[in-house]
C-alpha cells in the first residue's frame, strides 16, 4: 500500500545525509505555519527553527549530523516553533550501518492542543477530587478534636450525635475513594466484567426490599417483571451497583412511585440479538431538557440533595463496558397521563403538568451469553 506524507494526522519532515529538508508533509505546513515550497531544500535548522523552553537553539544543541554516532533518536518533547507555538517533536537518525553517518533525519510534529486539554481537565479532575474529601474531612477532624479537648463536659448524646457525624463522614470518605478507583479503572478501560448467570429479577426485588427495610414506604415501589427473560450473563456486582444507583437517586431526587420494569429487548449494538431492558422511573421534577446530556458526565449535580454526582459516571461506564447502553428522558407519568385528559397543547398545559413527569433511566444489556453457549 502506497502511503503518502501528506496523509499522516502528524506533521513530517525529513532532512537527507547533508542536512537539507527533502520532505515537508501538509501537517507540518500546517503547524509551522511555512509553505513547503519555502522549507524543500533549505537546511534543516533553518525550515524548522525550533528552541527549547530555555531559548537554545535545537538544533545546535542536539547536533543530529555530527552528534555521538551510538544516537538513533530523539524522544518527544516540547519544543517552541518562532513566535512561542508549542508543538511536541520527536526526531529518528537513520544509519544505514551501526555507528555509521546519518542517511537520514526524520522528524514528527505534533500539536499540543489534545495534550492540553487532557492536562487541563486532569487538573479540575485533582481540584474537585480534593474538595470533595476535604469537607467531610473536616467534620471528621473538628468533632474528633472537640471530643477529644473536652470529653467530660458533653452528655452521653452529645457525644454520640457527634460520634454519628463522624461515622457517616467516614463512610462517605470511603465510597468516594471507591468511587473514584472505579472511575479510574473505566477511564483507561480496566473495568474487568466477570460474566456469570444473573438472575436480574431477584436482584431487582432485593434492592427494593433493602430500601423498604431502611425506611421507606413499600407502597413507593412498583416493579414490572416480564414473565419470559433470556438468560442473561453480566457481572452481578457490577450490574447491583447500577440497580443501587438507578433506585437510589430514584428515591433522593425523585419523588412519588419509583417503577421498576424489567423486559426483554433486542441488543442495542447487534440488530438481531437479544437483551434485557430495565427501566427505573419515578414522578419527581425529573431532569431538565437542557441538563439532560450531561448527567451522565463525572461530578454534574443538578439539585440541592445531590451527592457527589459520580453515580451515573459509573452506572454509564459499567452499563457500556457489558456493551449495553443507557439513555435517560422524561417519564410521562403513565398513570396520570392516561387518568387525567391530556392538556390541550399551548394555552392548557400549566407548569405543574410539565412538572409532573419524572426521570425514566433504561439501560438495555445484551444477553452476553458465553460463546460455548452460543
Ligand atoms: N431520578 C432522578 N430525578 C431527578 N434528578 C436526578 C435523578 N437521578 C439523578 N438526578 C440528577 O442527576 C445528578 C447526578 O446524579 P448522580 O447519581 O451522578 O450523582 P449524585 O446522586 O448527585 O451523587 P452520587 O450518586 O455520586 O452519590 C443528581 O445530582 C441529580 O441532580
Ligand atoms: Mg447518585
Known amino acids: 500500500m502506497d502511503v ?20 515537508f508533509n501538509a501537517a507540518a505546513a500546517r503547524i509551522t505555519g511555512r509553505s513547503r515550497e519555502e522549507a524543500l531544500g533549505s537546511p534543516l535548522h533553518t525550515a524548522l527553527p525550533l528552541e527549547d523552553l530555555d531559548g537554545r537553539r535545537w538544533w545546535q544543541l542536539t547536533d543530529p549530523y555530527r552528534g555521538p554516532a551510538i544516537r538513533t533518536a530523539q524522544p518527544e518533547r516540547n519544543l517552541l516553533l518562532p513566535g512561542g507555538h508549542e508543538v511536541l517533536v520527536a526526531a529518528r537518525y537513520v544509519r544505514n550501518r551501526p555507528c555509521g553517518p546519518v ?28 474538595h470533595e474529601l476535604r469537607s467531610p474531612l473536616t467534620s471528621v477532624k473538628g468533632f474528633t478534636a472537640t471530643l477529644l479537648a473536652k470529653w467530660e463536659r458533653f452528655t452521653d448524646d452529645q457525644k454520640r450525635l457527634m460520634l454519628e457525624t463522624v461515622n457517616a463522614d467516614a463512610n462517605r470518605v470511603t465510597r468516594l475513594i471507591a468511587e473514584l478507583l472505579d472511575i479510574s479503572r473505566i477511564d483507561s478501560g480496566r473495568l474487568e466484567v466477570r460474566r456469570q448467570r444473573l438472575d436480574l429479577p431477584t436482584v431487582v426485588r432485593r434492592h427494593v426490599e433493602a430500601h423498604i427495610a431502611a425506611g421507606e414506604p413499600a407502597s413507593r415501589f412498583r416493579t414490572e417483571i416480564a414473565d419470559s427473560l433470556p438468560d442473561l450473563w453480566a457481572d452481578p456486582d457490577k450490574i447491583e451497583q447500577v440497580l443501587a444507583n438507578l433506585l437510589e437517586n430514584a428515591v433522593r431526587h425523585g419523588e412519588g412511585t419509583v417503577t421498576i420494569e424489567v423486559r426483554p429487548a433486542s441488543s442495542p449494538r447487534e440488530p438481531g440479538a ?5 427501566t427505573v422511573s419515578d414522578e419527581g421534577p425529573g431532569i431538565p431538557e437542557e441538563s439532560m446530556s450531561r448527567v451522565f458526565t463525572r461530578f454534574w449535580r443538578g439539585s440541592r440533595r445531590g451527592g457527589t454526582g459520580l453515580g451515573l459516571y459509573i452506572v454509564k461506564g459499567i452499563v457500556e463496558a457489558h456493551g449495553g447502553v443507557i439513555t435517560v428522558e422524561r417519564a410521562q407519568g403513565a398513570d396520570r397521563a392516561e387518568a387525567a385528559p391530556r392538556p390541550q397543547a399551548g394555552a392548557g398545559a400549566r407548569a405543574e403538568d410539565a412538572g409532573a413527569s419524572g426521570a425514566r433511566f433504561r439501560f438495555i444489556l445484551p444477553v452476553g451469553a458465553p460463546a460455548f453457549l452460543a
Open 4 to 23: 503518502q506524507p501528506d496523509d499522516l494526522p502528524d506533521g513530517l519532515v525529513v532532512a537527507d545525509g547533508a542536512g537539507r529538508v527533502v520532505c
Open 103 to 130: 542517511e537520514r533525519v526524520v522528524v514528527t510534529l505534533r500539536g499540543t492542543e489534545a495534550r492540553r486539554r487532557t492536562e487541563r481537565s486532569h487538573a479540575e479532575l485533582i481540584a474537585t477530587v480534593a
Open 274 to 278: 437479544a437483551g434485557t431492558a430495565v
